[in-house]
């Protein structure tokens, strides 16, 4: 059974599109994050959900735009793509605001050309 | 702003020796978490060992322990009796309450048959 399941795996694109990654968690959890993974393995948070509100947004581009219909759900929008986008975007859920563990999705490589 | 360092970008070992990964922190905080994260090949990031600050223990999972110094600011990963398995890129982490995980740079291990 997956935990936190990301779609699709894998994202090519052109410069300019718009495109959306999806990720769901069947854990129950109230707390949903979107992280991206550079070029060099660097991870850094990106925005974090509780309970379908937002609670942290880092310095992110506007033409990203998180979205949780429900607590088991943190869908990633991207406007207006651009190179410097290319990335591993982890999805990542806990149990609840607070003290747990971060679980992982298996990640979405996005490149784009 | 906490930051977290891990100095050793890369490490190697023979198969069945120890191997230990550095990590060190920055933090005017009492009470948070510290974890080390496995990412395979595969991509998927999995949690290896979960530390919480106000415990003077220090975590063990199986051939996976920490060495947890807190007014040092250290957090070491000991890997005993090492696998081929084992071989993958191995991220520090810092969480305070419901914030966000802070990631060190990774250290990429290989282990020689």
């Known amino acids: 059974d997956t935990a936190v399941s990301q779609t699709p795996k894998y994202l090519v694109t052109q410069m300019g599109n718009d495109k959306s990654i999806k990720c769901e968690q069947n854990?129950?959890?109230?707390?949903m994050y979107w992280y991206k993974q550079d070029s060099k393995k660097f991870l850094k948070i990106m925005f974090s959900?509780?309970?379908?509100?937002?609670?942290i947004n880092e310095t992110v581009p506007n033409r990203f735009s998180p979205k949780s219909p429900d607590k088991a759900h943190l869908n990633l929008h991207i406007n207006s793509l651009e190179l410097g986008d290319s990335a591993v975007y982890f999805c990542a859920s806990s149990p609840r605001r607070g003290r747990e563990t971060q679980y992982f999705g298996p990640g979405t490589r996005l490149l784009v050309l | 702003a906490q930051t977290v360092t891990q100095s050793q970008p890369e490490m190697s070992v023979q198969e069945a020796e120890t191997v230990t990964l550095s990590c060190t922190y920055d933090?005017?905080?009492?009470?948070?978490?510290l974890f080390w994260y496995k990412q395979p090949p595969s991509r998927q990031m999995i949690l290896v060992i979960r530390?919480?600050?106000?415990?003077?223990q220090n975590a063990t999972e199986n051939r996976f322990s920490v060495n947890f110094q807190k007014a040092a600011k250290s957090f070491s990963l000991k890997i005993s009796d090492s696998q081929l398995g084992d071989a993958a890129m191995y991220f520090c982490a810092y969480r305070r309450g419901a914030q966000k995980l802070v990631f060190g740079q990774g250290t990429r291990l290989t282990i020689n048959p």
């Open positions: 854990l129950g959890h109230d707390t």
């Open positions: 530390q919480e600050a106000y415990k003077q």
């Open positions: 959900y509780n309970n379908k509100e937002l609670i």
């Open positions: 933090t005017s905080e009492s009470d948070y978490y």
